[in-house]
């Protein structure tokens, strides 16, 4: 099958165009022919190598964690799933994933795929959607009327928590540059603000604090967002662990936070599948990549300039 490895970390350029042994499913695995797989931040940072310690890279690497497709072969075991089903899925990252025809994965991370939309539309979701809700659901438990600010609302993860966000009541602020000032108010944020310009803790006191922030920037940005977070509120970050000032002050505030991690809970994903079957959620691929333009879809990701979510078609 044709696949895009990596046998080294490193740039954009590492990523290899080869033939690999289409591989078998084991008693609980289903075998997928893949048709689109989303490119995500992750992708770029496992190829680099900053993640070796989150996730150990076995090379060759076959990376693409989004991934939406059908099942041509199942094991033995399998039993909530059958040959032909449309899947869409986060697949754990430390296995080979969508860059390739052909990948397996165990059932227990599958989900049906919405009919409603395309393998390149819900190849977008799973990763993005899994944060959304699981940072403001769970780790947050967002509710109606809570001032809620999502960092980095143009983003993949951003243009699904600003709708999610707002679909649950929330009256949501976010962070983006003026050019994308239109898309964010379409997606349902009530206040946008250029991080360019303005400074968003400023703008969070002015409307009382925040009850949640999604820390999806890093760096100092962490700091300050737990500064624009009411005391007893929630600040999840996506990026990196709190360090000794992100836990002083959160303690200090009485705040909750952590890194958090998304899994790949396919009830969540049926939970996804009917925000979008209702038009609750839309889904926002701003560029569609083919098979041989996976350098410019890596360049794309990795400039941290991207407006929704890419996406590499490999059927
Ligand atoms: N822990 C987890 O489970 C998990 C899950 C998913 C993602 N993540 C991480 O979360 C981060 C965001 O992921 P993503 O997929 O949303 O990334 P993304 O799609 O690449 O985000 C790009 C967006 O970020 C905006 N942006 C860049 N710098 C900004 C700043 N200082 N303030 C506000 N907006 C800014 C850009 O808007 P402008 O062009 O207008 O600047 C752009 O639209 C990444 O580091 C990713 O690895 C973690």
Do not use: C, W
């Not at 890279?57 to 964690?65: D, E, I, S, Y």
């Amino acid at each position: 099958m044709k696949a895009i490895t990596i046998e080294k970390f490193g740039t954009a350029d590492t990523l290899t165009y080869t033939n690999m042994n289409r591989p078998t499913p084991e008693n609980n695995e289903a075998l997928i022919e893949v048709h689109a797989t989303g490119i995500n931040p992750v992708d770029y940072k496992i190829r680099n190598g900053d993640l070796e310690e989150v996730f150990p890279t076995q090379f060759p690497k076959v990376l693409g964690g989004d991934i939406s497709g059908v099942i041509t072969e199942i094991g033995s075991d399998v039993s909530k799933f059958k040959v032909g089903d449309e899947v869409f899925l986060s697949a754990p990252l430390d296995q080979n994933g969508g860059y390739a025809e052909y990948t397996v994965v165990h059932e227990k991370y599958l989900a049906h795929k919405p009919n409603e939309i395309s393998h390149i539309d819900a190849a977008s979701l799973p990763v993005t959607g899994l944060t959304a809700v699981q940072t403001l659901r769970d780790f947050s438990g967002i509710k109606k009327g809570d001032n809620v600010l999502i960092h980095a609302g143009a983003g993949g993860v951003g243009s699904f928590a600003i709708q999610y966000a707002s679909h649950l009541g929330a009256k949501v602020f976010t962070t983006g540059s003026a050019k994308r000032y239109d898309y964010l108010k379409k997606l349902g944020a009530d206040v946008v603000i250029d991080y360019n310009k303005a400074d968003f803790v400023e703008i969070a006191k002015e409307h009382g604090g925040m009850d949640i922030v999604l820390e999806s920037v890093g760096g100092d940005n962490y700091l300050r967002s737990l500064e624009a977070t009411k005391a007893g509120g929630k600040v999840p970050s996506i990026t990196h662990p709190p360090g000794e000032k992100e836990v002083k002050l959160a303690k200090s505030k009485g705040i909750k936070t952590d890194f958090f991690l998304l899994e790949g809970i396919p009830s969540d994903l049926d939970e996804i599948a009917g925000l979008i079957k209702q038009g609750i959620v839309k889904t926002n691929v701003s560029k569609v990549f083919t098979f041989d333009q996976i350098k410019d879809a890596h360049n794309q990701i990795e400039s941290g300039r991207t407006q929704g979510k890419i996406v590499l078609k490999v059927k």
